[in-house]
């Protein structure tokens, strides 16, 4: 009968009346596929440093109170906690400010579209009430910066029979 060894490889071994032969996907190609137990154990690692805003500032948080928790160990680094924590302090108070002014530029923005779509109308409205009262042929329109209708061009006559 075949063996399949811990390290997948076949071997022979003496054949026994009745013994029968491994099932197809009991039999390894090669050594280690698809066993588990044998890959190589996970590293331990530190975790990776955070790259958004709030990430890092959690990170220099982490590190204030771990400094604060140790620090009769680390005397000769109090003074740069504390730098590190005003410091801390002014970046979380230069974010909210930041936050505050994408809203009130959102706000502003908000408004501005809602104030040019109202005047687009209304110039619209008002550009139509002009022609009404000067006529669409006036030139006086052209002082609003309204285009008087002139006639459309007369073709040619050997123009207009070609085409």
């Known amino acids: 009968m075949r063996a399949v060894s811990s390290a997948g490889a076949i071997s022979e071994r003496d054949t026994e ?11 390894r190609r090669h050594g280690g596929a698809g066993d588990t137990s044998l890959a190589a154990p996970e590293r331990k690692t530190m975790p990776r440093r955070h790259t958004t805003q709030a990430g890092m500032l959690g990170d220099i948080q982490i590190l204030i109170v771990a400094l604060a928790a140790n620090g009769e160990d680390l005397p000769h680094l109090e003074t740069s906690r504390a730098k590190l924590e005003k410091m801390l302090g002014q970046a ?33 409205a008002l550009r139509a009430m002009i022609k009404e009262h000067y006529g669409v042929r006036s030139e006086k329109l052209a002082e609003f910066g309204i285009q008087p209708f002139r006639g459309r061009p007369r073709k040619g006559k050997g123009e207009g029979a070609a085409e």
């Open 17 to 27: 009346a009745g013994a029968e032969e491994p099932k197809q996907d009991e039999v």
């Open 92 to 124: 979380y108070d230069a974010a909210t400010q930041q936050a505050n002014a994408a809203a009130v530029k959102q706000e502003a923005t908000k408004q501005l579209q809602t104030l040019r779509a109202d005047s687009t109308r209304l110039g619209n």
